[in-house]
């Protein structure tokens, strides 16, 4: 009797993974403010060593070397798993970026145009379904962010860039044969080569920020490995027992924590037309999550018969 249920279980990590991996991201702006004067690409740089090295250390306690090992004794089958390190060390990029240069609110509005970008790539590639209900909400999302898109007066290429990388970053993590710890690190362990010519050229230039500034410097960077691993690998396992669908939906957490923190930390400018747009998001998400709840109800009716 307990076999039906155990899908459900599934879902149910799946949903909790997908939490603490939304709710970490939506904090990074206040971690990532902290690297004054260490410019985005150099703290993208020991991101991803420090990531890398992080990882080693937890597939070994883990003895998880054996499918990294089955994964890079066969190159022509790592296409997929370099696709995703190249669009999260993009992301990766563009989000510092956008932190200290203080676009905190682009930033945001690229993570709400993900889950579209989602539901697009899934519908289009997955040949994922949706009701009546969930079109009408990302509809109603869809046409919020294209007003601040017109209403911003400029191609918001952060913006853009954001939904884009982390949206088929998203679709080609689910297609990945790999779980979460080990494809992460195959991940980082592909963008380490570049990550240490990039790090030996700042050194050797006198551009380093590494065991030169303060302490606290060199703590934080060491640091952003670990602040970004840990998400990635709850994403990496909540999106292989999730719709991405559903993926999209939880994705909306993570903005709406930037976009207090823009608006209550950062105090960036808020526009009027920008708030009503949130508010027609937020009217979406309502109803996509109410057409979701009634398809659970209608599945677990139909399994207990």
């Not at 982390?166 to 980082?188: A, H, I, S, W």
């Not at 790090?199 to 960077?221: E, V």
């Not at 909306?252 to 207090?260: A, D, E, L, R, S």
């Amino acid at each position: 009797m307990s076999l039906p249920l155990q899908p459900d279980k599934e879902v149910t990590r799946g949903v909790l993974l997908g939490l603490f991996a939304y709710l970490w991201w939506g904090c990074f702006p206040l971690f990532f403010a902290l690297f004054e004067g260490v410019p985005a690409w150099e703290v993208l740089v020991h991101r991803v060593i420090w990531s890398c090295l992080f990882l080693a250390l937890l597939v070994t306690v883990l003895r998880r070397w054996s499918p990294v090992l089955g994964a890079l004794r066969h190159p022509q089958r790592l296409g997929r798993v370099l696709a995703c390190a190249v669009l999260i060390a993009l992301n990766w990029g563009i989000y510092i970026y956008a932190v200290e240069t203080r676009h905190v609110f682009q930033a945001s509005l690229g993570y709400f145009l993900t889950p579209l970008v989602n539901v697009l790539l899934g519908m289009l590639i997955l040949k994922e379904r949706m009701r009546l209900l969930q079109g009408m909400a990302v509809g109603l999302a869809t046409l919020a962010i294209v007003i601040q898109l017109v209403v911003l007066g400029e191609l918001p290429w952060i913006t853009l860039c954001l939904a884009l990388s982390f949206g088929t970053y998203g679709l080609f993590r689910k297609q990945v044969p790999l779980d979460g710890v080990t494809g992460l690190f195959v991940e980082t362990l592909l963008l380490l080569p570049v990550a240490l010519i990039a790090l030996f050229w700042l050194i050797n230039a006198g551009y380093s920020h590494f065991m030169i500034g303060d302490a606290q410097a060199n703590l934080l960077l060491m640091a952003s490995g670990v602040v970004t691993a840990l998400p990635l690998i709850a994403f990496a396992g909540a999106t292989h027992r999730l719709r991405l669908a559903t993926i999209g939906f939880l994705m909306y957490i993570n903005p709406t924590i930037q976009f207090f923190i823009a608006l209550l930390v950062f105090e960036e400018p808020l526009r009027p037309i920008q708030l009503v747009t949130f508010v027609m998001i937020w009217i979406g998400l309502a109803m996509y999550s109410y057409a979701a709840w009634q398809g659970r109800s209608r599945t677990s009716t139909a399994t207990a018969r």
